[in-house]
């Protein structure tokens, strides 16, 4: 999971861009990059952290241009490496530079490809540079006979046939304009804002929909599965459908947990179906707890505040906010590893004993995943006076990897995997665990946008969309992770950061 954001504008875009990535920051804590253009020239800023420790005001000043894009990152594939930061840059054709969020199931066979047929260098373990070649080759490819919008579009056509997982896009191709394009599943975000302003019309790019209000530009619509977004230099716009059977399954878990609830997702307002999920849950709830065995419904901040108060009010039972969250602490769903992640909670929420002395109390996340944070909520009501603790999640159980761009790839590091729902609660120290049913979080989302067929949601159910997903994939995966790294684990949130924006990495890109 990444947040990206593209703009085509009449004035300077660094400043732009950087207060969109602040918008974005829910999407990725750990590297930050933003790359500009004046037609001539590529410049450049990124390193590891969160937004406002990657830059500095030198850092600013050094990425002129009305054209650019920018990203906010966790690690999927590759490391947490500096390196690995984006936009990436190619110089042939023309000058690319692009930013990524998802991820590719194929990038080693890819990677392999560049190397032996199409005589591509990767210098990174990252699927995102694997794409950007591979974006580059096509492009090369459809464009002997002089750069069009016609072989843009073909390009992105052989880039849809050679990859396969999901992939969200901003790029910037020097003197020609900004080019976007979302995977044949359409299972990553991404969406288009415009403003007509006293200079002309201005476009933007982003993952969601926050990112252009925020920014004051009117949402438009989102890019359709398979679709391209060009934008010229002088902010013509173009589209194009650019796949062969392209099919709507967006990714369910932006809407239980990724994304914020002020944004809207391929027609899906996020809190509305946060909203609707509780309601599903609160009657699974009633099927399953005695009446009178609820005091009081506690949501775990923020995610999880809609589901609960829609499950308190169909109860019937009083809503309250036992937990008080510190905001200075990064999510720790997406923070790099388990000793970090537990150490975090204490540290992220704490509990209130006037709330909790002497309850039954019915606690509500968004989801479990791998069990720590639940564990340690559980022990932080007990030690707060709670006489019962219920748990509930507003998602089913994850007992699958994702691998389509969010960090849960390992089967062993998923509690509820090859486990009852009695065993995850044991573990998790429950006195009881509901959890809500596969279709009825899908109905959830149904209910507001009718016109969604399915949804990529493997890590509930274990069906991979693309097709090329097989347990011996997901065990090649697995030992991959549980290989040595090269570099130890970085804390979480980017508080190291703070050195990052004091690393030179801003460069001009001669073309």
């Known amino acids: 999971m990444c947040g990206i954001v593209g703009v085509v504008s009449k004035s300077p875009v660094n400043q732009f861009i950087y207060d969109s990535l602040l918008l974005l920051q829910h999407r990725g804590q750990d590297a930050a990059g933003i790359a500009t253009t004046n037609g001539k020239s590529f410049y450049m800023q990124k390193g590891n952290g969160m937004v406002r420790d990657v830059f500095r005001t030198r850092n600013m000043r050094s990425l002129p241009g009305h054209i650019g894009i920018g990203q906010v990152r966790y690690p999927t594939a590759g490391s947490s490496s500096s390196e690995e930061a984006q936009p990436f840059y190619v110089n042939a054709p023309y000058g690319i530079v692009m930013a990524h969020n998802g991820n590719l199931t194929n990038w080693e066979q890819l990677k392999d490809e ?83 302003g006293p200079s ?32 010229s230099n002088d902010g013509e716009f173009f589209a194009h459908q650019c796949a062969d059977a392209p099919v709507l399954n967006p990714c369910i878990f932006e809407l239980v947990y990724l994304a914020r609830p002020d944004s809207c997702l391929d027609g899906v307002p ?91 109390v019915l606690i509500v996340d968004d989801s479990i995943v791998r069990g720590t944070t639940s564990q340690e909520i559980v022990q932080m009501a007990r030690d707060a006076g709670a006489k019962k603790v219920i748990f509930a999640s507003a998602a089913p159980p994850v007992k699958f990897p994702n691998v389509y761009g ?77 290989a040595p790294k090269a570099a130890p684990e970085r804390d979480a949130g980017g508080d190291e950061g703070n050195d990052a924006g004091d690393d030179d990495r801003g460069s001009q890109l001669g073309l």
């Not at 199409?118 to 580059?136: F, W, Y």
């Not at 019309?201 to 060009?230: N, Q």
Request: proline share 4%.
């Open 114 to 196: 560049m190397f032996r047929i199409d005589r591509r260098h990767i210098n990174t373990t990252s699927d995102s540079e694997v794409l950007l070649n591979v974006l580059a080759h096509e492009l090369q490819s459809s464009s002997r006979d002089g750069l069009t919008r016609d072989a843009l579009f073909t390009a992105v056509s052989g880039v849809h046939r050679r990859l396969k997982g999901s992939y969200a896009i901003v790029s910037v191709i020097a003197g020609f304009g900004l080019l976007a394009f979302r995977d044949p599943n359409g299972i990553r975000p991404l969406c288009i804002g415009r403003f007509d």
């Open 200 to 231: 002309g019309t201005e476009w933007m790019i982003a993952s969601e929909s926050v990112a252009l209000e925020g920014m004051g530009f009117t949402f438009v619509r989102d890019v359709a599965p398979g679709e391209a977004i060009f934008v």
């Open 270 to 360: 996020v809190y509305d179906a946060r909203l609707r999920m509780g309601d599903y849950l609160a009657e699974k709830i009633k099927r399953t707890v005695k009446p009178g065995d609820i005091d009081v419904v506690m949501p775990i901040p923020d995610s999880s505040r809609p589901a609960a108060m829609q499950v308190a009010k169909q109860l019937g039972v009083n809503y309250r906010e036992g937990f008080f969250k510190n905001r200075y602490v990064g999510r720790t769903f997406i923070m790099p590893g388990q000793a970090v992640r537990k150490k975090s909670v204490r540290q992220k929420l704490n509990a209130m004993r006037v709330e909790f002395q002497g309850k039954n």
């Open 406 to 482: 969010i960090d849960m790839p390992t089967r062993s590091e998923l509690v509820a995997h090859g486990r009852t729902d009695e065993e995850v609660a044991r573990i998790i120290g429950a006195d009881e665990l509901i959890y809500q049913d596969v279709e009825d979080m899908k109905k959830a989302v149904r209910d507001i946008n009718p016109a969604l067929g399915d949804f990529d949601s493997s890590c509930f159910d274990g069906k991979y969309i693309t097709g090329d997903v097989t347990p011996a994939y997901l065990d090649r995966l697995e030992q991959s992770r549980k």
